[in-house]
């Protein structure tokens, strides 16, 4: 898989996870996967929601962890397909 | 871009000229749970991360819609946050857009108090979480004053008791609400006061609690303060209370609805429930006048009341117009059974903390009460 390229969304709540996972693929290389790190749990639905808007992007996965704080976060990986 | 508060846009929707609400949250949020008002809205769902990936787009969608109209377009998301990032790009093409402060979050915790009875000895006032159709009650004589199941954002009451110059002196539940976080015992605590319920619904419950014995009139302190006189209507839960204050006003909790009456299939005994809440409202309350006015604990309709007056029936319309009381037992205990199986998953976790075994951050209690509440037998 092609090397990621990371955006720390942690403690931010909509839009901004998705505004800045937007501004970010579009500036990563076709094939490319983008992995986006939240602690809103709505961002699940949402970026499912969002991929579905445009052919050009692939949910990969989404996963559920924590992070070093203790906080519950929320990966969502984006392959940019076009 | 203005805001306008979750109480502001409730009041609106009750007016001849509603605002437009643009609902910008994702789908399914969406079709779970939605600003309504006591007349029907016209609303658009256009998700926010559409805005995100194709604004020029999503913007003519909603110009589309508003076509020539010039009413007020209120957008609504889940915080507040989305709406102001899609307001301002609405705004900024020439459409004028007003934002929901704090989204679905403040709509479902915003109040609007009404009085039931301004004047007289008793005085009562009756406060409706319009987001959730939950009502709850300031009960007062005199300088004194009691909270009947009081939801859990307080400052609604302690508003109403400063601004009555009123003093709190208990705090009751009707039983053991399941579709939301009582605020009881974290108000009697705050006052000093005491909290008061059914011991059958709050067996080995964690909080204090103070027992409500049937037909006898409560006493806080020393003194009689205000006249209330506990019934046991056991059905919607084995425990629930209704509260006859004054001879003339019946606090119902979940047992009795304006239109409908509280589900009796809540606890996995259907039959057995609805077999109580049968003879609740056909013999316990039978002594009970026509001319005394039902106060319950949910509006059940779909819409809530208009924004004016109170909502209450008194109990002769509702023994002839109530359709659930027109049932006989065997239909009944069918209508229940067959409703049964359906509560919200949330609601176990919800019994636990109002019984103050478990405790959630406001996080989750919000997750936890996303939705309208289901504790109408046949509305839903």
Same mark, same amino acid.
């Given at each position: 898989?092609?090397?990621?390229?990371?955006?720390?969304?942690?403690?931010?709540?909509?839009?901004?996870?998705?505004?800045?996972?937007?501004?970010?693929?579009?500036?990563?290389?076709?094939?490319?996967?983008?992995?986006? !790190?939240?602690?809103?749990?709505?961002?699940?639905?949402?970026?499912?929601?969002? !991929?579905?808007?445009?052919?050009?992007?692939?949910?990969?996965?989404?996963?559920?962890?924590?992070?070093?704080?203790?906080?519950?976060?929320?990966?969502?990986?984006?392959?940019?397909?076009? | 871009?203005?805001?306008?508060?979750?109480?502001?846009?409730?009041?609106?929707?009750?007016?001849?000229?509603?605002?437009?609400?643009?609902?910008?949250?994702?789908?399914?949020? %969406?079709?779970?749970?939605?600003?309504?008002?006591?007349?029907?809205?016209?609303?658009?769902?256009?998700?926010?991360?559409? %805005?995100?990936?194709?604004?020029?787009?999503?913007?003519?969608?909603?110009?589309?819609?508003?076509?020539?109209?010039?009413?007020?377009?209120?957008?609504?998301?889940?915080?507040?946050?989305?709406?102001?990032?899609?307001?301002?790009?609405?705004?900024?093409?020439?459409?004028?857009?007003?934002?929901?402060?704090?989204?679905?979050?403040?709509?479902?915790?915003?109040?609007?108090?009404?009085?039931?009875?301004?004047?007289?000895?008793?005085?009562?006032?009756?406060?409706?979480? %319009?987001?959730?159709?939950?009502?709850?009650?300031?009960?007062?004589?005199?300088?004194?004053?009691?909270?009947?199941?009081?939801?859990?954002?307080?400052?609604?009451?302690?508003?109403?008791?400063?601004?009555?110059?009123?003093?709190?002196?208990?705090?009751?539940?009707?039983?053991?609400?399941?579709?939301?976080?009582?605020?009881?015992?974290?108000?009697?605590?705050?006052?000093?006061?005491?909290?008061?319920?059914?011991?059958?619904?709050?067996?080995?419950?964690?909080?204090?609690?103070?027992?409500?014995?049937?037909?006898?009139?409560?006493?806080?302190?020393?003194?009689?303060?205000?006249?209330?006189?506990?019934?046991?209507?056991?059905?919607?839960?084995?425990?629930?209370?209704?509260?006859?204050?004054?001879?003339?006003?019946?606090?119902?909790?979940?047992?009795? %609805?304006?239109?409908?009456?509280?589900?009796?299939?809540?606890?996995?005994?259907?039959?057995?429930?609805?077999?109580?809440?049968?003879?609740?409202?056909?013999?316990?309350?039978?002594?009970?006048?026509?001319?005394?006015?039902?106060?319950?604990?949910?509006?059940?309709?779909?819409?809530?009341?208009?924004?004016?007056?109170?909502?209450?029936?008194?109990?002769?319309?509702?023994?002839?117009?109530?359709?659930?009381?027109?049932?006989?037992?065997?239909?009944?205990?069918?209508?229940?059974?067959?409703?049964?199986?359906?509560?919200?998953?949330?609601?176990?976790?919800?019994?636990?903390?109002?019984?103050?075994?478990?405790?959630?951050?406001?996080?989750?209690?919000?997750?936890?009460?996303?939705?309208?509440?289901?504790?109408?037998?046949?509305?839903?």
């Amino acid at each position: 898989m092609a090397e990621y390229r990371t955006v720390d969304a942690r403690g931010l709540k909509c839009p901004m996870p998705i505004v800045k996972a937007k501004k970010e693929i579009d500036a990563i290389p076709v094939g490319d996967v983008l992995r986006v !790190i939240a602690t809103d749990p709505g961002s699940v639905l949402d970026f499912q929601g969002w !991929i579905k808007t445009s052919t050009s992007y692939e949910l990969v996965k989404q996963e559920e962890g924590q992070d070093e704080q203790g906080r519950k976060t929320f990966v969502h990986l984006v392959r940019r397909k076009a | 871009m203005t805001d306008i508060a979750a109480a502001a846009l409730y009041q609106r929707l009750a007016e001849d000229a509603p605002p437009r609400i643009l609902d910008v949250r994702n789908a399914e949020e %969406f079709a779970r749970w939605r600003v309504e008002g006591p007349h029907p809205i016209d609303v658009l769902n256009v998700p926010y991360f559409e %805005f995100v990936e194709r604004e020029e787009a999503s913007v003519r969608k909603v110009a589309d819609w508003i076509g020539g109209r010039t009413d007020d377009l209120v957008v609504v998301c889940a915080e507040g946050g989305s709406s102001a990032y899609v307001a301002e790009i609405l705004q900024g093409r020439g459409l004028p857009t007003v934002n929901l402060a704090g989204g679905m979050v403040a709509w479902g915790l915003g109040t609007t108090a009404r009085p039931v009875t301004a004047s007289g000895p008793v005085r009562l006032w009756q406060v409706l979480r %319009f987001g959730r159709g939950c009502l709850s009650y300031v009960v007062a004589r005199g300088e004194d004053a009691i909270v009947v199941d009081a939801h859990r954002g307080l400052d609604a009451y302690r508003a109403l008791l400063d601004q009555e110059g009123l003093h709190l002196r208990a705090v009751f539940d009707t039983h053991l609400h399941a579709d939301h976080v009582s605020g009881g015992p974290a108000l009697a605590r705050g006052g000093g006061v005491s909290y008061h319920a059914s011991p059958r619904d709050f067996e080995g419950a964690s909080v204090p609690v103070e027992e409500l014995v049937e037909n006898r009139p409560v006493r806080i302190g020393r003194l009689e303060v205000i006249p209330i006189v506990p019934l046991a209507t056991p059905g919607h839960t084995p425990g629930s209370t209704s509260l006859l204050v004054g001879d003339a006003f019946l606090l119902t909790g979940d047992t009795l %609805f304006v239109d409908d009456v509280g589900r009796p299939d809540l606890g996995g005994q259907a039959a057995t429930w609805a077999r109580d809440l049968h003879r609740t409202l056909h013999e316990r309350l039978r002594p009970l006048g026509d001319e005394v006015v039902v106060l319950p604990a949910h509006a059940s309709g779909h819409a809530g009341p208009g924004a004016a007056g109170a909502l209450a029936g008194v109990l002769g319309d509702l023994r002839s117009r109530n359709r659930a009381m027109q049932l006989d037992l065997d239909a009944f205990v069918r209508e229940a059974e067959h409703a049964a199986g359906s509560a919200p998953p949330e609601y176990a976790k919800i019994r636990a903390i109002n019984l103050g075994r478990e405790t959630a951050p406001e996080t989750e209690l919000t997750e936890l009460e996303l939705g309208k509440n289901q504790c109408a037998l046949s509305r839903r």
